[in-house]
């Protein structure tokens, strides 16, 4: 599946530097969505943009930035992580934000902070 | 907030066993949908149910959305060594168009 990609697909960062996450999709949708999934832990929403507008924050730290410049990009932003961080990041689209659109999930970046 | 709790969280079983996973919520839900992680994979969309009591089948899975709407179960008839994976269930409160809320996940091992 190609529908949505994400770079890089690993990532390994110290708690001082700054790297960036990418995602795009290519299916035409208008929502787009972070997810984090921590080992043992459900799939934690992060944020969510619909029309490139952010209409969530699920009170996540500063320290992730998103970004969105179009319907088809999505970036998150890291700087100055923790070890517990350290986790899948997980990038979907869906067609828009009605209850019955289904998401459609990148492979992921694993994240490592040391 | 509104949690969505699936159990059980791990399950063995013997090839050719059958399988199910429950997946209950305390408010109404708007629907419920399942998704499918393979190990190293991401999350794949399985199905989506929208009425209650609503029942559907894809091969040898069966998924089940209840009277109430609080409440869905997969069920899988003589798994196979590809059914191994995170099954999620995944569902929005009634009136709530945003935020999809995950259970957390039932992990399927199967023994050949």
């Known amino acids: 599946e190609t529908g949505v990609t994400q770079t890089p697909r690993h990532l390994v960062m110290g708690m001082t530097n700054k790297k960036s996450l990418k995602c795009e999709q290519h299916?035409?949708?208008?929502?787009m969505y972070w997810y984090k999934q921590s080992a043992k832990k459900p799939l934690e929403l992060m944020f969510v943009?619909?029309?490139?507008?952010?209409?969530e924050n699920n009170s996540v730290p500063s320290r992730f930035s998103p970004e969105c410049p179009n319907s088809s990009h999505l970036f998150l932003h890291l700087h100055t992580l923790q070890p517990e961080d350290s986790a899948l990041y997980l990038c979907?689209?869906?067609?828009?934000?009605?209850?019955?659109?289904?998401?459609?999930f990148g492979p992921g970046t694993r994240l490592t902070v040391l | 907030g509104q949690q969505v709790m699936q159990i059980p969280q791990y399950q063995h079983v013997q090839e050719g066993e059958d399988f199910t996973t429950y997946c209950n919520s305390s408010?109404?839900?708007?629907?419920i949908q399942w998704y499918k992680q393979r190990p190293g994979g991401h999350p794949v969309f399985l199905i989506q149910?929208?009425?209650?009591?609503e029942v559907k089948k894809q091969k040898r899975l069966t998924f089940q959305f209840g009277e109430a709407k609080k409440n869905s179960s997969l069920h899988i008839t003589a798994t196979q060594t590809t059914d191994v994976g995170t099954y999620f269930c995944?569902?929005?409160?009634?009136?709530?168009?945003?935020?999809?809320?995950f259970g957390q996940g039932t992990t399927l091992q199967v023994k050949p």
């Open positions: 943009y619909n029309f490139k507008e952010q209409t």
């Open positions: 299916l035409g949708h208008n929502a």
């Open positions: 408010t109404t839900l708007s629907n």
């Open positions: 149910l929208v009425k209650s009591g």
């Open positions: 995944a569902a929005r409160s009634s009136g709530n168009t945003g935020k999809l809320i």
């Open positions: 979907a689209s869906s067609q828009d934000l009605l209850y019955t659109d289904t998401q459609y």
